[in-house]
């Protein structure tokens, strides 16, 4: 029935944990883990998973996070009662120091093995890589890249991008990260902030004091003394409402072409934060399927390998169109997808459109206004190149 076959050379792997999906965070929280359940389904029904090698990941350990995170954090992560236990009473100002219970990164039933799946499978990825078992390894529960290494945040508590790094450093000299999830990758940013050996480069709405988390202006570029190894080693790019397909792509490909020839990285941890999509619940972008996978076929196109993360998303059945068509690009097999959402795929119902690619007249949500000046996006541009005189290997 399908023509998707396993391209010459490049090895495609998949690494998923469907018991993560089963966890929730609460009846009317953003963050729904099914998007995953939606986006294998996709994924299965197009007949993708005959071109990669699947696997089932395992949790990650105490030790393993650890090798980012601090262990009185982690231990208060493990043994925190959930929300509709008594509280915690020999640990009262816990909650508040590791910034756990509140209405962003709720104590939910599970948690603990939540994360560990989520760091498991990006782990899994990251080491496929240093392996050179696959050429592209993709973790759609990961992602998480608001995390800190004694503190939860913005529905992240483990910071399973920075541990998948850490393990491509063991292997390649140098790593590029590329974050375009809606929201600023503050954690990952943070944790190698010092080195020169991780250069971060994210995308983001930005508008402190009002969308979160408030940090990655143009002028944060790294450590502002030059003697510090990572300065001028993290690049910010902050938008504005309403940013298009059109736009993103001419910035993406100025920025990380140049990014990549100047930093010339030995392997791409790419964050698909689906939330910059339009009509994401807490997204404010105009980007469709089409625009958010161009990224992914950009980065591909570079030759280097890579590492693909999930992130936000909080309109399921778009997370599910953008990672399923990103699972594709991966495999080379995007144009031969049919644009219909097959007939026998599960769940289809959620699917407001029956494509995968809605029509101009369709398209995924209602625009919001372009509050993007051409001028302005320029500047970002040349600004971001003049950074990028200060780096080379
Ligand atoms: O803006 C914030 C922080 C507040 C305090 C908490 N209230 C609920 C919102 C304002 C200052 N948090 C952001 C966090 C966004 C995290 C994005 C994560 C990622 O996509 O980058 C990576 C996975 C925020 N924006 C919207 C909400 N929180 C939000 C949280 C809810 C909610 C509605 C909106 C939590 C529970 C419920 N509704 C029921
Ligand atoms: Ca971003
Ligand atoms: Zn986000």
Redesign the pocket.
């Known amino acids: 029935e399908y023509d998707i076959v396993r391209p010459k050379g490049k090895t495609v792997s998949f690494h998923a944990n469907p018991e993560m999906e089963k966890h929730h965070?609460?009846?009317?929280?953003?963050?729904k883990p099914w998007r995953l359940t939606l986006t294998k389904s996709l994924v299965t029904s197009y007949g993708m998973t005959f071109a990669m090698d699947n696997y089932t990941t395992r949790t990650a350990t105490y030790e393993e996070l650890n090798s980012f995170h601090a262990s009185d954090y982690l231990d208060y992560l493990a043994t925190a009662p959930p929300e509709d236990q008594p509280r915690d009473v020999d640990n009262p100002d816990k909650e508040v120091k590791f910034n756990l219970g509140?209405?962003?990164c709720?104590l939910f039933h599970g948690l603990y093995d939540y994360c560990s799946m989520s760091a498991g499978s990006s782990l899994d990825a990251a080491r496929k890589i240093c392996n050179q078992q696959s050429d592209i390894a993709i973790a759609w529960g990961g992602?998480?890249?608001?995390a800190k290494r004694s503190e939860a945040?913005?529905?992240?508590y483990i910071n399973d991008i920075v541990l998948g790094i850490l393990q491509l450093l063991r292997c390649y000299p140098r790593v590029l990260y590329i974050d375009i999830?809606?929201?600023?990758?503050d954690g990952v940013e943070e944790a190698f902030f010092s080195t020169d050996r991780v250069m971060t480069v994210s995308f983001h709405k930005y508008q402190p004091e009002v969308?979160?988390?408030g940090t990655g202006g143009l002028d944060d570029n790294g450590p502002k003394s030059e003697h510090n190894q990572g300065a001028h080693h993290a690049i910010n790019v902050p938008l504005n409402d309403g940013i298009t397909d059109e736009q993103y792509g001419w910035l993406f490909e100025s920025i990380i072409g140049k990014t990549n020839e100047s930093f010339r990285p030995s392997v791409i941890a790419l964050q698909c934060?689906a939330?910059s999509l339009a009509g994401d619940?807490?997204g404010r972008f105009n980007l469709q399927v089409q625009g958010h996978g161009a990224c992914v076929n950009f980065c591909k196109s570079l030759g280097i390998p890579m590492v693909i993360f999930g992130?936000?998303?909080?309109t399921p059945r778009n997370v599910a169109r953008a990672w399923a068509y990103e699972t594709a690009i991966a495999i080379g097999c995007q144009s031969k997808i049919p644009e219909v959402i097959p007939a026998h795929a599960p769940w289809r119902e959620h699917f407001i459109h029956d494509t995968i690619f809605p029509t101009l007249e369709q398209i995924l949500g209602e625009p919001r206004a372009n509050r993007n000046t051409q001028k302005r996006l320029q500047e970002i541009v040349m600004h971001v190149h003049e950074q990028l005189r200060f780096v080379g290997h």
């Open positions: 965070f609460g009846q009317t929280h953003p963050m509140g209405s962003d709720p992602g998480l890249h608001h945040s913005g529905f992240c999830d809606v929201h600023h990758g969308f979160f988390p934060g939330d619940r807490l992130g936000g998303g909080y």
